[in-house]
């Protein structure tokens, strides 16, 4: 499930303003008049190849130091969401290491900002937003580089220093400040292309961003291929982009599987159906250069007004679990929440789970049975979180169904699961929360109304994070353990072991509650560095991990495949 912890990019934890040292940051005054001369830089940002905004941003040596100060302004549209992004930033003039940085952001009318400051031997790192703020402090004598792969000019500062080092292989520890993590990014230089330009990859946190470089030596191209997000350099001389194919030489063109593998590998087509009165939509994955029928599997995303793609922040599992599979042959079927596409068919406090998203699964089911295309006898539920534990509640409902994939999903009641999710909160040793008066006893104060819920004094209306208690009501009365063992045919569970919202627990309680069914039904899966979205953790899970931009692990993608073939 997703909680309150979850952030997406400038969608920042928990009050005002970010607390500050004691000394405080020196002020980011404007650039001097001695200062404007160095001409100003423009990329152009794109998302999954439509325009989606601009970047512009000056890099200025300052006078009688080893530092250089960049001011940069962004306006970007991304995901329905508007980004106005002013920073300034002053980084080593040789090896790009952080100094100080102050991001002011407004998101979708939101004010919100980011503060990275290097304080002696440590680095700290603060955020503060309307809907609440975090302070973290990292011991870190070696320099480190600020990175946020929605920010051109981090990358191009990243790009520089590795220029300037020769290409070389190396690991940069790297400070990413949307979410007040430090992490190592593996550079691998490649080799250089036959007209001199050059493809750098730097792996970080589980995504791998790609650099372009000109002859000269200059970043002309930007790309994060799990996020979808490319940069591209605009000449300020013509104001036209200065696109990758004008630096590799026709010898070489880019394979057509690499430039664009959706008119090789899959098709995606928009799917409606109605459920219970609603026109609903959705999106079907299929094979290109597969011999059909194909096992066609349904994706129910977690709780909350998910998208088809189960979008959190930039990550979009859905998308690459979908695409995934479409590789080995498997078709798909990934539908938008009715809490997202219509909440208005909604009563505000007295909706079930059925009402939610049970209804809607089980129409989305005969959705992706009824094509032509789809195998009716190898037809897969897959669920995630909230929707692993309602997968055999649907297949129950669906007819004929050959298997059930139970991802990060847990049999408990939801209440449960959210108060262990917030002694977790408290107990965290990250010292999170001794900057954020009062939240701690915020937390105190919700676990008071669950308390209230379960020995059924709490009013139906009552809210808590989101929900009605009418609705967690409902949700505590439904077995999911027992829904389980009635499904006659194969399961496959999965589980990541440093997730920080379903955990060990749940998974070993699966093991529990089947222990005493026919054991070739049910396969197991732990992956131990793999969090709730099945993304590589480094370091210690926690919230913050679990939101870091990266991509579901291709094991996971494998292992879902693999089950899904061996089907009879």
Do not use: C
């Not at 010898?251 to 799917?271: F, G, I, K, M």
């Not at 909230?386 to 298997?403: E, I, K, N, Q, W």
């Not at 749940?506 to 396969?523: G, H, N, Q, S, Y």
């Amino acid at each position: 499930m997703r909680t309150a912890a979850a952030i997406a990019l400038f969608t920042l934890l928990a009050g005002a303003s970010p607390a500050q040292d004691d000394a405080g940051p020196t002020s980011l005054g404007a650039p001097t008049r001695s200062e404007e001369g160095p001409p100003e830089r423009v990329f152009r940002l794109f998302h999954f190849g439509d325009p989606a905004g601009e970047e512009r941003f000056r890099v200025v040596a300052i006078p009688g130091t080893d530092t250089l100060r960049v001011e940069a302004t962004s306006e970007i549209s991304l995901a329905g969401r508007a980004f106005s992004l002013s920073q300034t930033l002053f980084v080593g003039r040789d090896d790009a290491a952080l100094g100080r940085y102050h991001l002011e952001a407004t998101v979708d009318e939101s004010p919100q900002q980011i503060r990275a400051d290097r304080a002696g031997d440590s680095i700290i790192v603060a955020a503060a937003a309307p809907t609440g703020r975090f302070r973290r402090s990292f011991h870190r004598p070696d320099p480190v580089v600020l990175l946020d792969n929605l920010l051109a000019n981090h990358l191009v500062l990243l790009g520089e220093k590795i220029a300037r080092s020769g290409f070389r292989a190396e690991t940069i520890d790297v400070a990413v400040p949307q979410a007040g993590t430090l992490l190592p990014a593996e550079v691998d230089p490649g080799a250089p292309e036959p007209d001199g330009g050059r493809e750098v990859r730097i792996r970080l946190g589980g995504i791998t961003e790609l650099l372009r470089f000109d002859p000269d030596g200059a970043v002309v191209e930007i790309e994060v291929p799990a996020q979808s997000l490319l940069f591209r350099a605009v000449d300020p001389s013509t104001a036209e982009e200065r696109r990758p194919d004008a630096i590799r030489p026709p010898s070489a063109p880019v394979p057509e599987q690499a430039a664009d593998p959706a008119r090789v590998l899959y098709e995606e087509r928009v799917v409606s159906f109605v459920s219970r009165g609603t026109d609903m939509t959705g999106l079907l994955t299929l094979p290109r250069g597969r011999k059909i029928p194909y096992p066609g599997v349904l994706l129910i995303p977690g709780s909350g007004p998910v998208d088809r793609d189960a979008t959190v922040g930039a990550n979009r599992p859905f998308l690459e679990i979908a695409r995934g599979l479409a590789v080995f042959g498997i078709a798909s079927l990934r539908f938008d929440k009715r809490t997202l596409v219509a909440p208005n068919t909604l009563d505000p406090v007295y909706t079930t789970v059925e009402q939610e998203v049970i209804a809607d699964a089980v129409a989305a089911v005969e959705a992706l049975r009824s094509h032509g295309g789809i195998d009716r006898r190898k037809i897969v539920i897959l669920g995630h979180s909230m929707g692993g534990a309602l997968a055999p509640v649907v297949a129950a409902r669906s007819g004929p169904v050959a298997g059930l994939i139970l991802m990060a999903a847990t049999p408990r009641p939801l209440d449960v699961l959210l108060e262990e999710q917030l002694h977790r909160r408290i107990d965290a040793p990250s010292g999170m929360f001794d900057a954020i008066p009062g939240q701690t006893e915020e937390i105190h104060a919700i676990l008071a109304r669950l308390d209230s819920l379960r020995d059924g004094t709490l009013p139906d209306r009552e809210r808590i994070l989101g929900g009605s208690a009418y609705y967690l009501r409902d949700y505590r009365e439904r077995d999911f353990g027992e829904a389980l063992r009635a499904f006659p045919g194969p399961t496959l569970i999965l589980q990541g072991g440093k997730d920080a919202q379903v955990t060990e627990t749940d998974f070993a309680l699966w093991k529990r509650i089947v222990d005493d069914t026919p054991e070739d039904r049910f396969e197991f899966r732990l992956y131990p560095e793999l969090g709730h979205l099945f993304h590589p953790i480094p370091g210690e899970p926690g919230p913050e991990a679990e939101t870091m931009p990266s991509e579901v692990d291709p094991a996971v993608i494998a292992d879902i495949a693999r089950f899904i073939q061996s089907l009879q």
